[in-house]
């Protein structure tokens, strides 16, 4: 077998002794007469063999000379110790060993017949710039920093990976040019660093085979397993794939942490503390698991630990050993958390505390299928690595913190995109006004000369069909009620049953035509309080009566305490209603904010309500015009009949066929919006432009002027407004929108009823055209009106 490879490589590798027999040459010359017979022994027994010296290739010369290499190795490789050093003579960039300490060879041995060392971070491109980079030190003269670590990862017989640090001794190395090799200059050596990365440049600047290195460098291995093991599980708690549910994560912890303990079989947990609750509660993630939790998702915090594990864990803050876990879990009774460990079949265990000053955040669970192999000598260990992972969760807790935060923000009190601008300003202001030692306040936003458009659509008499099913629920309990009061009457012949049964169709006379304001809290009451307790006394004395209680109580909702079949159905037709028409309106308002940027708010009610300001003041760098008004309001009315469609197409599946009503209120006048710090929110600001909300509040509820009808019709889009030039502009976007098939033609203007503080409006009705395709291809656009116009 030959070394041929230096094709690959800027060097062409040569075994030699040279380098290290010169120092021996010295040491023949030596006044002290032991070192001199020492040298002069190895000397005479390489003699015989120049190519020793000469160097070679052909790596079964090393076979045929291993009793001369070994004399030469003697005091490279002490006898001595060879049990203690993990040692080894190779060649430099290659895993070829050709000499190695006893204990190198243990290790190699343990990790199995068929397993190779080879460097951990060594790759074929890099090596070969490494390996330039030696050349331009070494021979041209060139001061570079190359060094970096390299690592051999090897397991034990056990199969726990273990770590060794390679450093590398390169004193019996000589490096001599060949033809190959170039003169370089200084242009050359920065050419060269300015571009590390380009393999064949410094392949044209440093040929392969340029060189020879004669000799051979000795590797010195340490044993960095505990180190390595810290470093990994510090980088692992600093990474983000916990958060993002990668089960490799776990998967890489347990083999980090079976490598730091060098224990093969141990499993890690982990499992959070909730101080408001004082409970211990799962982790989610790919991979989580929690001896102490189980299969549950909390537990509290006295149930899951014994009198012992309390104290340590949550008063001491200090581990908790359990080495024999068949042993403490008959002595105790078979108390958590000996249960839980024998259940899984754990026989030795630590609980770790991880806690910030004293304050309980988590627990750290190492567990083992062997008893004594998990104790309170190897839970010692854990003081190198718990400040990383009481950092890790801290940063976690904080993390989950901001993102819950986010989520409130986003779900409840969202600052909108097309404003968040203006807050920004703001808090930079506050940030600033700190730093600057002055007192920082957030100072209130306020939008100017905004122009508002508000849109609902509202679900036709909620009240009623909500007290409907309210209505039907209670008349359904209380003959339910009856008939096992009835049923225990005739039985007993106790009076006391009888009035109960007179108690309860006096409710259902109550109920049966109208539905009062407190009649379902005193049926609430009287059933809970009086019916409940009988029921109950007589689910103990009567076998036949109990299962028609029983069966009675099949039929109560746990949350309500009470039937929840009608209402059910009705919240479920709103709360459906509601989840898809705001879906579709929120991805709406992506385009429209595309047009132009304005505010915008949504929330639900018995329906869904929106409000939208759009002006310079919120445009911030862009310029506003009038047109995107315009182009605001057809946008809304277009996107109100989308709406009224998904309805449409919505209703047959609803459990209560619910109809609704829609609602455009126009505003011909500016306003100005302040952000209420107090209720998180904007609002009109100033007493004049609270006319625009009351106006809100009060329109669906009005009637068309001198009749009975109620303004808000179902199958009606309805437009409100005060000003003719609103009623133009209406008009024209009705007749361009029924030409895309979003309204019938028919349209009616009526008067509204003078509300108190507000008269003088009017409103057009126009009907909505209803159509199978749910999703037009296109969001017409105030532009798309003008074409057509002028068409």
């Not at 290659?94 to 017949?113: C, H, M, T, V, Y």
């Not at 331009?136 to 640090?165: E, T, W």
């Not at 679900?459 to 039907?472: G, L, V, Y």
């Not at 009076?495 to 609430?524: C, G, M, W």
Request: glycine share 4%; charged share 30%; net charge negative.
């Amino acid at each position: 077998m030959s070394l041929n490879n230096y094709e690959n490589m800027p060097i062409q590798r040569v075994i030699s002794f040279n380098k290290l027999l010169e120092y021996y040459d010295e040491l023949s010359k030596s006044k002290d007469p032991f070192l001199a017979a020492k040298a002069k022994r190895v000397l005479d027994a390489q003699a015989p063999y120049p190519e020793l010296r000469e160097g070679f290739e052909d790596v079964s010369l090393l076979k045929k000379h291993e009793d001369v290499i070994k004399i030469i190795f003697e005091d490279t490789f002490s006898e001595i110790l060879g049990d203690n050093e993990i040692k080894a003579a190779a060649l430099p960039y290659d895993n070829f060993i050709f000499n190695s300490s006893k204990r190198f060879q243990k290790i190699l041995a343990e990790a199995g017949p068929n397993f190779e060392p080879k460097i951990r971070n060594q790759e074929d491109e890099f090596n070969y710039i490494m390996a330039a980079v030696v050349v331009l030190n070494f021979y041209y003269g060139f001061k570079l920093d190359f060094s970096r670590p390299y690592f051999y990862d090897i397991p034990d017989a056990a199969g726990v990976m273990h770590h060794y640090r390679i450093l590398y001794n390169a004193d019996f190395l000589e490096l001599h040019a060949t033809e190959k090799a170039k003169d370089l200059t200084q242009e050359d050596i920065d050419e060269l660093l300015e571009n590390y990365d380009n393999i064949e440049l410094w392949k044209e600047k440093i040929p392969p085979g340029s060189f020879i290195a004669k000799g051979f460098v000795i590797s010195n291995m340490f044993d960095v397993t505990a180190e390595h093991s810290i470093s990994e599980i510090k980088s692992g708690l600093i990474s983000n794939e916990k958060e993002n549910g990668d089960e490799s994560f776990m998967e890489f912890m347990q083999e980090t942490f079976r490598s730091f303990f060098r224990l093969k079989d141990v499993k890690v947990g982990f499992v959070a503390y909730d101080t408001k609750q004082d409970q211990f509660q799962c982790v989610h993630g790919a991979g989580m698991e929690s001896v102490i939790l189980g299969n549950d998702e909390y537990v509290s915090c006295e149930e899951a630990l014994c009198p012992g594990s309390y104290k340590a864990l949550m008063q001491d803050s200090d581990f908790f050993a359990v080495t024999d876990v068949n042993k403490y879990y008959e002595l105790s009774g078979g108390i958590s958390p000996y249960k839980n460990l024998k259940e899984a079949g754990y026989q030795s265990a630590i609980f770790a505390p991880i806690a910030d000053n004293g304050n309980l955040l988590g627990v750290l669970e190492i567990s083992s299928p062997n008893k004594n192999e998990l104790n309170s000598v190897v839970a010692t260990k854990l003081e190198d690595i718990m400040p990383f992972i009481v950092t890790a969760v801290l940063r976690s807790k904080t993390e989950e913190e901001n993102l819950i935060d986010a989520i409130i923000q986003h779900e409840c009190t969202s600052v909108h995109d097309s404003v968040y601008w203006r807050f920004q300003e703001e808090a930079k202001n506050f940030i600033k006004d700190g730093l600057q030692g002055e007192q920082p306040s957030f100072k209130e936003i306020v939008f100017e000369k905004v122009n508002p458009l508000y849109g609902q659509i509202d679900i036709k008499d909620s009240s009623m069909a909500r007290n409907k099913a309210i209505q039907r629920d209670l008349m359904i309990q209380l003959s339910d009620v009856n008939r096992v009061l009835t049923e225990a009457w005739q039985k007993t012949k106790l009076p006391i049953y009888e009035e109960l049964i007179f108690r309860v169709n006096n409710h259902i006379e109550d109920v049966k035509e109208v539905l009062h304001t407190n009649s379902e809290q005193a049926i609430f009451n009287f059933i809970m309080d009086e019916v409940n307790p009988v029921f109950e006394h007589l689910k103990k004395n009567d076998t036949e009566l109990e299962k028609s209680i029983l069966s009675y109580e099949a039929q109560i909702d746990e949350h309500t305490h009470s039937y929840y079949d009608h209402r059910k159905n009705y919240d479920t037709s709103v709360m459906t209603i509601n989840k898809k028409l705001a879906s579709l309106i929120d991805k709406k308002q992506d385009e429209a904010q595309l047009m132009f940027p304005h505010y915008f708010e949504r929330y639900k009610t018995d329906g869904i309500e929106h409000n939208m300001y759009i002006g310079d003041s919120i445009a911030g760098n862009r310029s506003f015009d009038p047109l995107y008004l315009n182009n605001l309001r057809l946008w809304q009315l277009q996107v109100m009949c989308e709406m009224e469609n998904k309805h449409y197409s919505l209703k047959p599946e609803l459990p209560v066929p619910l109809d609704v009503a829609s609602l455009i209120l126009v505003y011909n006048t500016s306003l100005s919006i302040r952000f209420r710090m107090d209720e998180k929110r904007f609002d009109v600001d100033g007493t004049y432009n609270a006319r625009y909300e009351i106006i809100k509040k009060r329109i669906d509820k009005s009637f068309v002027k001198g009749t009975d009808e109620r303004l808000t019709q179902t199958g009606k889009m309805v437009i409100v407004y005060s000003q003719k030039s609103d009623e133009i502009e209406y008009l024209r976007y009705i007749k361009f929108l029924k030409s895309k098939g979003y309204f019938t033609g028919k349209v009616e203007i009526v008067e509204l009823e003078g509300l108190q503080g507000v008269a003088g409006l009017k409103a057009i009705r126009a009907d909505v055209l209803y159509r199978k395709d749910q999703e037009p291809e296109k969001t017409y656009t105030y532009d798309d009106l003008m074409e057509e116009l002028k068409a």
